[in-house]
């Protein structure tokens, strides 16, 4: 039985065209398992890359999508949306995580996958920005890359040529555990968290992503992957995806 029903309807070759990582579609598929969404919601999808999560999440739950990304210009989004058939219901936004332009508790629920921790990391972004964007009682999901636990060093033994390599850049020293992403929102005291585990098989997702990366990226990109090398050193299976689901509460600000 295929663990990822919803994401099997979407075409691979349509997906392959636009993925910027890890399939996104089972990866929001699995967190949507943790929330309750349904028809009307406003939906924030923050980091949205080039829209493919804006997509399946107006086709599956009926919801209204404002689809935010810095890198990926809002007209070519808009095409894709288009395309799809959703453009009446997923509006693409260029704006950069600090910078937003939604009212205070505009949202239903505000989902990122793949893209929160590289912002939402610094201790001061869920209180000040992230949970504000919600109204109380609303719904909080993240799907970050990370570790199976902390390590005094920052990361596994096994990787260390990798967390100082130029390809990286510095930003896997945002890659934490379950347990340290949930003590981060937990100690706001603004959520309650509704789950926080690790994604079973994170490799048999994350693989497809670097296999395709290592054919495409310098032919297309002119740029190098180190994901399969980097997947690859994992022996100690270190390597996690971790999704986490919240609850704003009534008195959260």
Not at 104 to 111: L, P, S, V, Y
Not at 147 to 173: I, S
Not at 199 to 206: L, Q, V
């Amino acid at each position: 039985m295929n663990k990822y029903p919803l994401t099997e309807k979407y075409d691979t070759k349509w997906v392959e065209e636009n993925w910027m990582g890890p399939n996104p579609l089972q990866l929001l598929e699995e967190l949507c398992g943790n929330m309750k969404l349904s028809p009307g919601m406003k939906v924030l999808d923050m980091g949205c890359g080039k829209g493919l999560t804006s997509v399946f999440l107006a086709k599956e739950f009926g919801v209204t999508v404002f689809a935010n990304d810095l890198w990926i210009d809002a007209a070519e989004n808009l095409q894709r949306f288009e395309a799809a058939g959703v453009s009446d219901r997923v509006f693409p936004i260029h704006a950069e995580a600090h910078a937003l332009p939604y009212a205070k508790g505009f949202f239903d629920a505000a989902i990122a996958i793949d893209s929160y921790h590289y912002y939402g990391a610094d201790e001061s972004y869920f209180p000040c920005t992230f949970s504000k964007l919600v109204k109380p009682g609303g719904q909080l999901g993240i799907v970050v890359p990370g570790l199976a636990q902390e390590f005094p060093e920052g990361y596994p033994p096994t990787h260390k040529q990798f967390w100082f390599t130029p390809m990286y850049d510095g930003e896997l020293f945002a890659f934490h555990s379950a347990a340290w992403w949930r003590h981060l929102w937990e100690k706001t005291k603004i959520a309650e968290i509704t789950s926080c585990y690790d994604i079973p098989d994170p490799k048999g997702i994350w693989y497809p992503w670097a296999h395709w990366a290592d054919e495409n990226f310098k032919a297309k990109f002119g740029l190098e992957s180190d994901d399969i090398e980097f997947l690859d050193a994992d022996t100690e299976n270190q390597i996690a995806l971790i999704a986490m689901t919240a609850v704003k509460k009534e008195n959260g600000e």
